[in-house]
């Protein structure tokens, strides 16, 4: 089994900062992208930010210039540093991965969420 265990969450002002990290354990081959996602109240769960196992990234528009995605692959963790909070990055922040469990086995697995809340 695969675990994605998300941390960092927590209430912020806006213009503050916080960092999240997820970091992922059990039978792991080997791990592809890695990922951000969010969603508030309502509305659906977006893509915030992604980076492959070599480094590359991608960044939401609403997020660029203020969120960094980077990842230590010894430690299978990935981590969202986010700055210049806004009232409307206010979501739950879910971690994602596509890795494979065996050499042929690859699935997307999701982290439980972890609350992020910016104060006006």
């Known amino acids: 089994q695969v675990q994605l265990v998300e941390s960092g969450g927590g209430l912020v002002q806006a213009g503050g900062s916080l960092r999240l990290s997820c970091t992922a354990s059990?039978?792991?081959?080997?791990?592809?992208?890695m990922g951000w996602y969010r969603q508030a109240p309502g509305k659906q769960r977006d893509l915030v930010a992604s980076?492959?196992?070599?480094?590359?990234?991608s960044y939401a528009d609403s997020v660029k210039g203020r969120f960094t995605i980077s990842r230590d692959n010894a430690k299978n963790t990935v981590y969202l540093q986010m700055n210049s909070l806004k009232p409307e990055d206010t979501a739950v922040y879910y971690c994602n991965s596509y890795l494979q469990t065996t050499q042929t086995t690859i699935g997307v697995y999701w982290g439980q969420g972890t609350q992020v809340t910016v104060s006006s």
């Open positions: 980076i492959t196992s070599r480094g590359s990234t």
């Open positions: 059990g039978s792991i081959f080997s791990i592809n992208t």
